[in-house]
């Protein structure tokens, strides 16, 4: 049994790469890190509740600079091989725009790896700011997540932080933005259905047609339907059908074209069966467990991402149960290992 991993470990800011079913193989960077800090307390959440619940940067203070950044990075670099990377993506424990240094991480990102694609997965609460927007426009690609087209939806499932723009503000800003991209817009829209009959989801009644409606509005250049097949925050959260998300991706192909309608369990992106990770059995450990902090995974998610096998990976596991505190959550899609 290894005691090299301790609990009190500082996270770090680049993790993974991690399996993404819309980006492929994609190297983490958390620009917020632990506690979770976000504008947003969604309910799907596979993070769980949100612990710093805000809506603007004013008070705190994030670690996270261009200059640590380059530093670990640099480092993760030599770990694994970097030709097998589909995608850098800005994402982690918390929403990326409120790290007021973002513009210059990104700017790191591409000096340190040219050539590799730059994603910024944002819940598009800050969108609105022109400082956030002229960070955003040095991605490659930018994910604005939006979850509905009302008010009293955008409330019932993201739980906005006091000080958040209403929803016709974060739509404004979504179609500011495109209009002076050069990137791929690409909206994340994550459909839920609820065993609580007096909770409003997106995917019924008015709710579900306003819903459509602005995503026609804004024609972005991709959408991505998502629906939580990982743990959620809250347990009457439930995924829609395959069904419902076929019908939704026929609905949008009349104003966005098919091939730009990536669907969770229908349109994925394939994984190249390569080599990933080159360090060491005790680094393979810290990043599991780092890749475990951000999202909940089954052994055979990390064993794609990492191109490590199986059998190496279930002896890890193994390894960081006995010595943290890990959580096991059996569910339709298998057995997901997550740390909180």
Same mark, same amino acid.
């Given at each position: 049994?290894?005691?090299?991993?301790?609990?009190?470990?500082?996270?770090?800011?680049?993790?993974?790469?991690?399996?993404?079913?819309?980006?492929?193989?994609?190297?983490?960077?958390?620009?917020?890190l632990?506690?979770?800090?976000?504008?947003?307390?969604?309910?799907?959440?596979q993070l769980?509740?949100?612990?710093?619940?805000?809506?603007?940067?004013?008070?705190?203070?994030?670690?996270?600079?261009?200059?640590n950044?380059?530093?670990?990075?640099?480092?993760?670099?030599?770990?694994?091989?970097?030709?097998?990377?589909?995608?850098?993506?800005?994402?982690?424990?918390?929403e990326?725009?409120l790290?007021?240094?973002?513009?210059?991480?990104?700017?790191?990102?591409?000096?340190l790896?040219p050539?590799?694609s730059?994603a910024?997965?944002t819940?598009?609460?800050?969108?609105?700011?022109?400082?956030?927007?002229?960070?955003?426009?040095?991605?490659?690609?930018?994910?604005?997540?939006?979850?509905?087209?009302d008010?009293q939806t955008?409330?019932?499932?993201?739980?906005?932080?006091?000080?958040?723009?209403?929803?016709?503000?974060?739509?404004k800003?979504?179609?500011?933005?495109?209009?002076?991209?050069?990137?791929?817009?690409?909206?994340?829209v994550?459909?839920?259905? !609820?065993?609580?009959?007096s909770?409003?989801?997106?995917?019924?009644?008015?709710?579900?047609?306003?819903?459509?409606?602005?995503?026609?509005?804004?024609?972005p250049?991709?959408?991505e339907?998502?629906?939580p097949?990982?743990?959620?925050?809250?347990?009457?959260?439930?995924?829609?059908?395959t069904?419902?998300l076929?019908?939704?991706?026929?609905?949008?192909?009349?104003?966005? !074209?098919?091939?730009?309608?990536?669907?969770?369990?229908?349109?994925e992106?394939q994984?190249?069966?390569?080599?990933?990770?080159?360090?060491?059995?005790?680094?393979?450990?810290?990043?599991?467990?780092?890749m475990?902090?951000r999202?909940p995974?089954?052994?055979?998610?990390?064993?794609?991402?990492l191109?490590?096998?199986?059998?190496?990976?279930?002896?890890?596991?193994?390894?960081?149960?006995?010595?943290?505190?890990?959580?096991?959550?059996? !569910?339709?899609?298998?057995?997901?290992?997550?740390?909180r």
């Amino acid at each position: 049994m290894h005691k090299h991993i301790k609990e009190s470990e500082q996270m770090k800011i680049v993790y993974g790469p991690v399996p993404s079913w819309r980006l492929g193989r994609s190297l983490g960077i958390d620009v917020t890190l632990s506690p979770k800090t976000c504008t947003f307390n969604c309910v799907y959440c596979q993070l769980g509740p949100t612990v710093r619940h805000i809506s603007t940067s004013e008070n705190i203070r994030f670690n996270v600079t261009a200059k640590n950044l380059a530093e670990e990075l640099s480092r993760k670099i030599r770990e694994i091989n970097v030709k097998t990377l589909d995608f850098v993506t800005f994402s982690g424990t918390g929403e990326p725009t409120l790290n007021p240094n973002l513009g210059d991480l990104i700017t790191t990102v591409k000096k340190l790896l040219p050539g590799i694609s730059v994603a910024v997965l944002t819940n598009s609460s800050l969108i609105n700011l022109q400082s956030v927007q002229k960070a955003l426009i040095k991605a490659d690609l930018v994910a604005a997540k939006l979850d509905a087209g009302d008010q009293q939806t955008f409330e019932s499932i993201n739980r906005p932080a006091k000080g958040v723009p209403n929803i016709d503000k974060i739509i404004k800003g979504i179609k500011e933005f495109k209009k002076g991209y050069k990137g791929i817009l690409a909206l994340q829209v994550m459909l839920i259905k !609820s065993e609580d009959l007096s909770f409003r989801t997106n995917t019924e009644d008015e709710a579900f047609q306003k819903l459509i409606e602005v995503i026609k509005e804004i024609e972005p250049d991709q959408v991505e339907l998502n629906t939580p097949l990982r743990p959620p925050s809250e347990k009457h959260v439930k995924p829609v059908s395959t069904a419902f998300l076929e019908k939704i991706v026929k609905i949008l192909s009349d104003t966005i !074209s098919s091939e730009n309608i990536f669907a969770v369990g229908i349109r994925e992106a394939q994984f190249r069966p390569k080599k990933v990770f080159i360090g060491s059995r005790q680094e393979l450990e810290k990043e599991i467990l780092e890749m475990l902090k951000r999202r909940p995974c089954r052994i055979k998610d990390i064993s794609v991402a990492l191109g490590v096998d199986v059998r190496e990976i279930e002896e890890c596991i193994k390894v960081l149960i006995q010595n943290r505190r890990m959580k096991v959550v059996e !569910s339709k899609r298998g057995t997901f290992y997550y740390v909180r």
